[in-house]
């Protein structure tokens, strides 16, 4: 049974879209440059490229879903814990550790040959009821908040020493009109809490990648304009920084951010690497062949990027399936974002990808 269903789901992914699926994508896996054939999945796309592919992993699925894990393993050589890592999840009451779903994707992992990306250290959201609780109430002053997010950040990052290839330290710390983002972090410890959270983190684990993570940065000037600030910054105290995320949300009813290769470029003209760590291209349903295909075209404008950059190593989707996708829960009326459906075939998504070349 499970043999028929991992045969089901190869079909599925060696059919072909219709050649209109390509229309527009600029990217015809036919017309390979390289002398070769074209790739045959992401792993072998992320070979050619020299990119590493990742997806976010849902632990609930890879722990139930044999297609969802089989998929999975094949396709990617990169993943992020779509929430197991993230505070509320490992330390749900104080001092009182859930490490198994986190220490399940990293062994998936390590089994499957993918390198991980840790997510997230530091982020306003999802934290645990105890830690925002006890900051409201004044139980939890300033000096013991910032003692408390170096144990958190001292004890994860150290959990996956030498498991983790890069780490998102902070996650969305400038809001979306350019100012430091009002949060516990902020107003209790002020801006050198970004600092101090790089410092721990290599200081927990010397070879991860540490890296800044944020959305909309891939056209918001305001955004942009204090995060390469907040880098010039770290850089020049010496903070042990190495890494740009773009979390590449985009949506096809709005304006493909054409400056993105330009903006990529700023970040690692600075000395960054660069990945884009949590790709999606939601629709206004319902899914229509053309949404499809200009959703094939921002995947592709959106890997080509990453490709055009020699500092790109990464390109992560958050969540490969739109069985198992936030952007319904969150956006009234929207969806379809990711490049497998829901039975896990191919979209045009998928197909366009593999035709993405180094240029
Ligand atoms: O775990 C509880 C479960 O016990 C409960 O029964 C259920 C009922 O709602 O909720 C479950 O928690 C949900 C959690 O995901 C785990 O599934 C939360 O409600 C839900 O809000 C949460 O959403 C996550 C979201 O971050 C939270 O902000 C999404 O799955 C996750 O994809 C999303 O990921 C973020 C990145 O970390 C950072 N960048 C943006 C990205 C998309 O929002």
Not at 124 to 129: D, F, G, I, S, V
Request: glycine share 8%; with cysteine.
């Amino acid at each position: 049974m499970k043999r028929l269903l991992l045969g089901l789901v190869a079909m599925a992914l060696a059919v072909s879209a219709p050649a209109s699926a390509y229309a527009g994508t600029g990217a015809d896996p036919a017309a390979d440059r390289g002398g070769g054939r074209p790739p045959g999945d992401l792993r072998e796309l992320s070979q050619k490229l020299r990119i590493h592919m990742g997806s976010a992993v849902d632990v609930t699925a890879l722990a139930g879903e044999a297609d969802y894990r089989a998929v999975l393993n094949r396709e990617f050589t990169h993943i992020t814990a779509e929430n197991a890592m993230k505070w509320e999840s490992v330390e749900p009451q104080r001092g009182v550790y859930t490490w198994d779903d986190a220490d399940a994707i990293v062994r998936n992992a390590q089994r499957n040959r993918q390198n991980v990306r840790g997510h997230t250290l530091l982020w306003h959201n999802q934290l645990p009821a105890w830690l925002t609780e006890g900051v409201a109430d004044g139980s939890i002053d300033a000096k013991e908040l910032r003692k408390i997010l170096r144990e958190h950040i001292l004890t994860e990052v150290g959990r996956y020493r030498g498991k983790v290839r890069a780490w998102d330290v902070v996650n969305e710390v400038v809001d979306d009109d350019g100012a430091m983002r009002q949060s516990i972090w902020l107003t209790k410890l002020g801006p050198g809490y970004i600092a101090d959270a790089f410092r721990w983190a290599h200081q927990a684990d010397p070879h991860a990648k540490l890296y800044i993570n944020d959305y909309n940065l891939e056209w918001n000037t305001a955004k942009i304009d204090t995060t390469l600030g907040i880098v010039k910054d770290l850089k020049a105290k010496r903070v042990p920084i190495h890494g740009i995320g773009f979390q590449g949300h985009l949506g096809i009813q709005y304006d493909y951010p054409g400056d993105f290769p330009s903006v990529m470029r700023t970040f690692t003209d600075l000395g960054l690497e660069a990945a884009i760590t949590e790709a999606d291209v939601r629709m206004v349903l319902p899914v229509t062949p053309e949404k499809l295909a200009t959703q094939a075209d921002y995947y592709t404008r959106m890997l080509s990027t990453c490709a055009g950059n020699p500092r790109c190593v990464e390109f992560t989707v958050w969540g490969y399936t739109d069985r198992h996708s936030w952007v319904p829960g969150f956006f009234d009326g929207e969806g379809a974002a990711c490049i497998l459906d829901e039975n896990l075939a191919a979209k045009p998504a998928y197909r366009a990808l593999l035709g993405v070349r180094r240029t």
